[in-house]
């Protein structure tokens, strides 16, 4: 028994992989990990968008380069990557489409494997802070309960599957921390590819962590890794000249909200409602601040508390080794970036003048509050890391232990309040789309349309889910589509487009289009009433160039639509609010 005892410990990356595991089960439960199941994506916009994007290019035909997704977007689409699908799973999966349930989703399994990554990634972080197995797995527990990470999955305003790989700033981290490391360059050429097929923000982090490690293995060992830039930077140009993994539309990629969706000075201790004990602090309508969520938990501010009582004592004992400097310099770097140039501390805020080469590069994350997270996992390390040099053995696992528990309890308000919105089975989004027109519409047509299209800094149609939906089962392109960034050359050609239709009364013949009520009062000016029908379906108004015939299909002839303008208002507001 001792012996098997001893065994699981020195193989205890595997224990933390089990508790990984068991976290995502006891947060989202089984229903994501049916393959069949897309109910629970269709509950919001961006796993929505992520199943639909995956679909789409799954039924597509093969194209040039491998990861384009033109049908999902029309002229406003170009690589999976800007629907989120996940484009390390999305390229080998539509090689087995063939054989595939339909339908199919991956979701649910990325998400599994991410939480048993962090587990065994956290493991590994922990093993440069400590030698002793018992300290690695408590540590590993702990990361894997970060509401930070757990809120990526669990709650609905932030739920992205791709961000769910948290694992790879772990293994940033872990390379960047370990002393005389053996084939680093290898170890970050293959991080770096697989986040280059995962999603920019974590590319983003792990080659920033990687510049930092390379100094310092190039200030250790002088610079006799030149070969090793090279390497990698071609590694990747090559990996996205093939897939066209990065393609983007013409004219550019814009989307809303940079300076809106950061981090605040106080989110390490704000709970935002991840906690029993600690209270939310009040934002007053910084609601973008979610995407900077750092919340330590209350089992980690735990943790950091003794390890700032230790700090001062260890660092007469252990002074700070310099070389470490880069990795310092990025993570705080990286803070700063998330901070953005509207800084909040609390509910008070002051705008910081940036240059402008960094303000662009705000611009092209926009959500920059996610840079938050490396120093966040740093601090986790660092207070391992103080303790286990302050206190001893026995002292030391007592508090691990303590923290996780706290964590593990105070954290339950923030997940168990969504659960519901993982539990949700079935084989289709919801839809009202039930008429027979549709039917007769998608044999008819050869594309679907929205009018106007939402651009680059307004929010999609509200059921642009459905309407992509029903153009998928008839195989139709369409820019019905919630993309993560879009162009603002192509969304004015579009609206130009748009507005030379309603001008002259014609309306591509081999398109549906679905319409506002705005495009569609002035539309009804000038339509050929002989040749185009128009005519609200299940609660869309639907514009059919040269309609043929509509005998008890559901349609409801529009003579005079109403000019509403509550939806402009309702998009302007939906902007302002992030």
Known sequence: MLSSFRLMLSNSWILAAIFGAFAFLVIAGPAPLDVTNVAWLGQKHDTAMNQLGWTFYRHAPWSAPIALNPNYGMEFGASILFSDAIPLLALPLKWLSPILPEPFQYFGWWAFASFVLQGVFGWTLMSRATERPAARILGACLLSLAPAYCMRLAEPAATHMTLTAHWMILAGLTLCLTPRPRRSGLWWGLLLLA?????????????????????????????????????????????MAATGVFTRPPGGIAGPGFGWFKTNVLAFIDSNGWSYVLPDIPSFGWRGDLEGFAFLGLGGLVLVAVAAWSLLAVLRAHPPDLRYAPLAVALVGMWLFALSWNVTLGPWHIFVPWPRPLQTLGEIFRSTGRFVWPLYYFLFFAAVFVISRRLSPAAFTAVLALAVLTQAVDCIPGWARYRTFLSRSGTHFETALTSPFWSQAGKRYNAVRVAPHPGAATPPHPRFAEIAGFADAYRLPTDAAYLTRTSPTVSRAVEARTERAIATGIWPGDTLFVLDEDVARRANRTLDRKRDFLARV?????????????????????????????????????????
């Open 195 to 239: 986040a280059a097929l995962v999603h920019p923000y974590l590319l983003a982090m792990c080659a920033t962590l990687w510049c930092a490690d390379f100094i310092r293995r190039a200030w250790r060992d002088g610079w006799t890794l030149w070969f090793e830039p090279i390497a990698i930077v071609g590694s990747l140009a090559a990996l």
């Open 538 to 578: 299940d609660g869309l108004i639907v514009l059919a160039p040269a309609w043929r015939g509509c005998s008890d299909c559901g349609a409801i002839e529009e003579k005079s639509p109403r000019l509403v303008v509550l939806r402009r208002m309702s998009r302007m507001t939906h902007r302002y609010k992030g």
